[in-house]
């Protein structure tokens, strides 16, 4: 499943700073040298790959990002102070290309991997450089260099953290629609869900991750029955699963295990990725309805989509599994 994040914002290196026009002042000298100190060079603007970010999300909100100037030179040959360097974090994978022409700038592959993206302009030289022999007061110095200053269009093909996994109808297109923007098909029949959706949910500030929401799998989904379960080849790199019965469901435990027993027979990896018990539709739970214990390890999260419940903790334990998992790959990598 190929689905793509983009953005597009704009990018300005700091102007350098101008040099200065000055003449030394001394007690007893009548008529004092130049010394007029050079401008500062603007800010750099860098990009940096950070494997902590999955979505391009943050840049629906910020769109422009500005580096400080350098400071203008000053008199006794003082220099200006450089303007200060930017760093925009994008997730590892980003594409960046220049909006205006297309060109390809960078492939942001690595974490860490940093490219300086916009170069600050060089400040300007003061008078002090410009004395010759013949014109010993020059009277200008250097204007300081633009910065580079342009669009960039980022390109991410996501790849999704957390798969949902459930019977038709259990609620997980429902789910998908209230964490993320994802606005897939939702009724109360099976399958409608047909093919698989991807949403980036939001967690906190300058967090978010992927969730794939696929078609319902059913009890033979291995042998075919129902629409097969070819989709869960989707979820197959997810970091971790859901796995989600409703509270209005005749036997809970029954269906946990189904589902756990079609995943295994698709592939036993999947059984051992962390994963989740999510119960859903709380709200219309029966009566007196306590919250079983499914799995041995595995945390069980009672939510209603509906209603709002239990959304932030499940938000929290998912953001808490997927960092681990971060980790891990990094630990892995030997990082
Ligand atoms: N009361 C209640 N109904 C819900 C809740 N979540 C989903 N539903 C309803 O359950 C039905 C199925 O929801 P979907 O989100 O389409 O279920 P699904 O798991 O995506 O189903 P398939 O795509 O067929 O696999 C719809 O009628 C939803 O409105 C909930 O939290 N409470
Ligand atoms: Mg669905």
Known sequence: MKFVDSAKISIKAGDGGRGSVSFRREKYVPK??????????????????????????????RKSYIADRGEHGMGARK????????VIGV???????????????????????????????????????????????????????????????MELKLMADVGLVGFPNAGKSTLISVLSAARPKIADYPFTTLVPNLGIVRYEDYKSFVMADIPGIIE?????????????RHIERTKTLLVMVPA??????????????????????????????????????????????????VKVIAISSVAGQGLKALKDELWRQISASNQTSADDAGN
């Open 32 to 61: 004092g040298g130049p010394d007029g100190g050079d401008g500062g060079r603007g800010g750099h603007v860098y990009l940096r790959a950070n494997r902590q970010l999955a979505t391009l999300l943050d840049f629906k909100y």
């Open 79 to 86: 220099s200006g102070k450089d303007g200060k360097d930017i």
């Open 91 to 153: 997730p590892c994978g980003t594409v960046v290309r220049n909006a205006e022409t297309g060109e390809m700038m960078c492939d942001m592959v690595e974490d860490g991997q940093e490219v300086l993206i916009a170069k600050g302009g060089r400040g300007g030289w003061g008078n002090q450089h410009f004395a010759t022999a013949t014109r010993q007061a020059p009277r200008f110095a250097q204007p300081g260099e633009k910065g580079d200053e342009f669009e960039l269009e």
């Open 220 to 232: 033979g989904a291995a042998e075919g029955r129902g629409l097969g379960i070819q989709f869960l």
């Open 248 to 297: 209005n469901s005749e036997d809970i435990a029954a269906e946990y295990e189904t589902l756990l027993k079609e995943l295994e027979k698709f592939d036993p990896a999947l059984l051992s990725k962390p994963r989740l018990a999510v119960i859903t539709k709380m709200d219309i739970a029966p009566e007196e309805f306590a919250v079983p214990e499914l799995d041995p390890d």
